[in-house]
């Protein structure tokens, strides 16, 4: 499996972002998208997730309201639409795919290579 995350930038505080995370290779089986974030020195932090099949979603507290998790399963593409962006939202943001309904990061097995979100103040 293949995943190649995309959509990053830098947006001014209260702006948006839409990434996306491209899957390609054998990603039959594979029943959950999550997007991670992590700031330099600082652990993996779980913000959403989204089931492939039957769309359920999760969203950590810290972005419930503001970030929206989709996927598009005939492009085989998810995205995470984030609104109402704050300074404390800057990471480099990760997509990842799992065959278990979790949102510990040790449990997703396949990894995008990450892009950057700044949000300036």
């Known amino acids: 499996v293949q995943l190649q995350a995309s959509g990053g930038g830098l947006v001014q505080a209260g702006g948006s972002l839409r990434l996306s995370c491209a899957a390609s290779g054998r990603t039959f089986g594979r029943t959950l998208m999550g997007w991670f974030r992590q700031d330099p020195g600082q652990e993996r932090e779980f913000v959403a997730r989204?089931?492939?099949?039957?769309?359920?979603?999760f969203y950590a507290d810290a972005v419930k309201g503001r970030f929206t998790i989709s996927r598009d399963y005939a492009k085989n593409t998810g995205y995470l639409q984030m609104n109402s962006l704050k300074p404390e939202d800057t990471a480099v943001y990760y997509c990842?795919?799992?065959?278990?309904?979790?949102?510990?990061?040790?449990?997703?097995?396949?990894w995008g290579q990450g892009t950057q979100v700044t949000v300036s103040s």
């Open positions: 990842a795919v799992s065959d278990s309904l979790t949102s510990d990061s040790k449990f997703y097995d396949y």
């Open positions: 989204i089931s492939w099949f039957g769309g359920a979603t």
